[in-house]
């Protein structure tokens, strides 16, 4: 058996500069898609500007995203595309944790892990109207 790899500072570096890379390209990506699709869906029509209308509460939970996508909405895919493009940096932290984890760099982990806690707090914790 061969020896397992010690993951070093320039690896971690490295994953993190891919993720940040990669989530932004994704999130682009299938954002494009989305308003493509969205376009071939509804670009006939004439908006009207005079009128607001709100959004349906669908556009404002994960869930009614992820129910969206599987009618084929356009807008769930762009919504998607906002999802994952806000879930990069989020992983980021993630990532900076386990590296700071593994330096056993106390004051780090504890900046850290409040700094993800207040990001998860404000997204999930945030008052029921």
């Known amino acids: 058996m061969g020896k397992i790899k010690k993951v070093t500072d ?3 570096e490295q994953l993190i500069g891919q993720v940040l890379r990669y989530g932004v390209l ?7 898609i989305g308003g ?12 009207h500007y005079t009128e607001f209308h709100g959004e349906p509460a669908g556009y404002t939970s994960l869930t009614g995203i992820i129910e969206g996508l599987k009618n084929g909405s356009a807008k769930e ?10 879930a990069t940096p989020i992983l980021r932290i993630v990532f900076s944790l386990i590296s700071f984890i593994q ?3 106390r004051l780090y982990i504890v900046i850290t892990l409040i700094v993800l806690l207040i990001i998860l ?8 109207v």
């Open 10 to 12: 320039y690896d971690m």
């Open 26 to 32: 994704t999130a682009g990506i299938v954002a494009i």
């Open 36 to 47: 493509v699709w969205y376009l071939f869906q509804n670009g006939q029509g004439t908006p």
């Open 77 to 86: 895919i762009i919504q998607l595309g906002v999802v994952i493009l806000i």
């Open 103 to 105: 330096e056993k760099d």
């Open 121 to 128: 707090f404000s997204m999930f914790g945030g008052l029921k």
